[in-house]
């Protein structure tokens, strides 16, 4: 969702105090949210050996606060079908009864200004995949990270005291480092039951809430770059055990893959909603409504986004054969581990968002309605992740080595949708859409399909 629940790297400093945080230091966690930090164990990347404690740390973020907050922040922008009834009533004074106010069965993913009549039900169900594939256009399957060798010791090799002078660099083995290229595979199935209760004519209270199946897999293949022959203890760095006191085999060990998974299912954040139809002319309608997200999901395993938020919105429909409509709201968002430090339990506010969108549903007969909308999000002041240069421990940049790195930066969201409503039955719907990616902010799927089925008492 801050979002961006948010993926990005692979990196652990063995140096780091995990303290009270979410992912407790030197222990095993089944909670998702530690499924990237303990990648290459609960106590971060260590190295084997015995005459030198190996210490590596990364500049792209030690706490994953990108990787959390990007999945944080995508939790709380998952698009959940509208509560909005495909049909809407209004009482006939000369016929004494409820009509069909519509020619159209309405939008999927965004509201119009109709309201679905007095004390009409309206109940629904969605399912829909989001298989995530990149981050602010970096790819999930290549994504690059270096670590960085921390100034551990004095130039004679010592390891550096509290009062020491700063040595980066010296000794030579401090200029090696560690690059590795990741895959991360988050998927997630979301299924949303909801409903709406008409108050009255004008006022609707709705309710939605999703249920989610995430899963998480992370692979990490790693090479020690080595700046500096062996010395009297073999080389510094290397990855097998076996090699201790083996100058051979240390020479060879220099290449390692790490694999962590995790999956979680539960009950994800509700969102209640009430509209108005303040304005209701021959043709078109003003609303005004207000969604609540309620932070019910376990956001340690990626079930929530782990804050609270309002999202006031407007919408402008006009009622024919050919239905426009456009809505407009802001989300207010509070904190979430999510956008703070996992590694102390530190909280920090989850971004800000504005929500435009813009489109038509088309009542192609009494039966069936075709939709298309434009939807768009300006994601405010969020952690990004860009394509880099790796800068060493002496400051020297190096081009030709990639590494990703961070900006705090506003950044805007945009997708297709094409979609349809089919009643095969009396007030039955069923609904498919396909949500298609038009740019690459944020944590995206190319296309994210659809399916529901609602029915209007």
Not at 134 to 150: K, M, R, Y
Not at 237 to 260: E, L, R, V
Not at 275 to 282: A, L, T
Request: proline letters at 6%.
């Amino acid at each position: 969702m801050r979002r961006a629940i948010a993926v990005l790297t692979c990196v652990v400093a063995v140096s780091t105090v995990w303290g009270q945080g979410v992912c407790p230091a030197g222990l095993a966690s089944s909670k998702l949210i530690c499924v990237i930090p303990q990648l290459y164990g609960p106590k971060g990347l260590t190295l084997p050996n015995p005459f030198h404690s190996a210490h590596f740390d990364s500049d792209f973020n030690a706490s994953f606060t990108p990787l959390n907050s990007a999945v944080g922040t995508q939790l709380s922008l998952l698009p959940l079908a509208s509560p909005a009834s495909g049909f809407t009533f209004m009482f006939d004074r000369n016929l004494g009864v409820f009509t069909r106010s519509a020619e159209s069965f309405g939008p999927l993913l965004v509201d119009r200004a109709e309201t679905i009549g007095k004390h009409r039900v309206f109940v629904g169900f969605t399912f829909q995949h989001f298989g995530f594939s990149s981050l602010d256009g970096v790819n999930l399957d290549q994504l690059p990270a270096v670590f960085t060798h921390i100034d551990c010791c004095n130039a004679n090799g010592s390891t550096r005291g509290p009062g020491d002078p700063p040595s980066p660099g010296s000794p030579s083995f401090e200029q090696e480092f560690i690059q590795t290229t990741n895959r991360i595979d988050l998927k997630v199935n979301q299924f949303t039951l909801f409903g709406t209760f008409g108050v009255t004519n004008r006022i609707d209270v709705s309710v939605a809430l999703p249920i989610l199946d995430v899963a998480l897999k992370t692979t990490s293949n790693a090479t020690i770059v080595r700046k500096v022959p062996p010395g009297a203890f073999g080389f510094a760095h290397y990855f097998d055990p076996n090699c201790i006191g083996n100058i051979p085999c240390q020479a060879a060990s220099t290449q390692k893959s790490f694999f962590n998974s995790g999956s979680a299912a539960g009950i994800g954040d509700m969102v209640l909603r009430i509209k108005d139809n303040v304005w209701k002319g021959e043709r078109f309608g003003l609303g005004l409504g207000v969604d609540t997200h309620w932070p019910t999901g376990d956001e340690t395993n990626f079930l929530g986004a782990g804050a609270y938020g309002v999202k006031p919105f407007v919408v402008l429909s006009y009622r024919a054969r050919i239905s426009p409509h456009v809505n407009v709201g802001y989300e207010w968002n509070g904190d979430s581990i999510l956008a703070g430090d996992i590694l102390t339990g530190s909280q920090a506010k989850l971004p800000n968002q504005f929500f435009y969108s813009g489109g038509a549903d088309y009542g192609v007969n009494r039966h069936l309605t075709v939709v298309a909308d434009l939807l768009g999000k300006r994601i405010f002041n969020a952690v990004r992740a860009r394509p880099g240069p790796y800068v060493d421990i002496l400051g020297q940049t190096h081009n030709d080595i990639p590494q990703t790195i961070l900006v705090h930066e506003s950044f805007e969201v945009s997708d297709l949708a094409v979609g349809m409503k089919f009643s095969p039955w009396r007030n039955l719907l069923v609904e498919a859409n396909a949500l298609v990616k038009l740019d690459d902010g944020g944590l995206r799927s190319r296309v994210v399909p659809l399916g529901g089925i609602s029915y209007t008492f």
